[in-house]
């Protein structure tokens, strides 16, 4: 429910000290991607990349333990089953909104936007949160 969601989300950003803005105030700062997660494990990179890249994504990088496939949200579909079809099942895909700038944060706001993106991570209407915030580990403490 649209109206009971925007009232709780409202409150914890009165809760945590901010505001709530109107609908797609910030989309501008957000680009729509689709985005595949794929374990590295036993997998080469340069394979991956190609597969990839043949499928119709737009950009690979390694991140950690996956290599991260970006892609225009019209070929998403199509590159998720070719991938698939040759072998190579993602851990995760969804479409994503990325942030195009990040801000870093620090002291009392880093913890306070911590704060309130733990609050929307952890109330059940919200599904997703996106952010441009980069925090520090001690925010979360």
Partial sequence: NRN???G???KIFD??????????????LFQRKGQIL?????????QIMELALEAGADDMKADGDYFV????????????AS??????????AD???LAETQVTLEGDIAKRVAKLLDALDDNDDVQN?????????????
């Fill in 4 to 6: 009971r969601t925007a």
């Fill in 129 to 141: 949160v996106f952010s441009n915030a980069s925090l520090p580990e001690e925010a979360y403490s």
């Fill in 15 to 28: 809760v945590c000290g901010g505001n709530l803005g109107s609908t797609n105030c910030v989309a501008y």
């Fill in 83 to 92: 991938l698939s079809a040759k072998g190579i099942q993602p851990a995760e």
């Fill in 69 to 80: 496939i970006l892609t225009d949200p019209g070929q998403f579909n199509s590159v998720v």
């Fill in 8 to 10: 709780h989300v409202r």
């Fill in 95 to 97: 479409i994503v909104r």
């Fill in 38 to 46: 794929i374990e590295s494990a036993g997998k080469e990179e340069d």
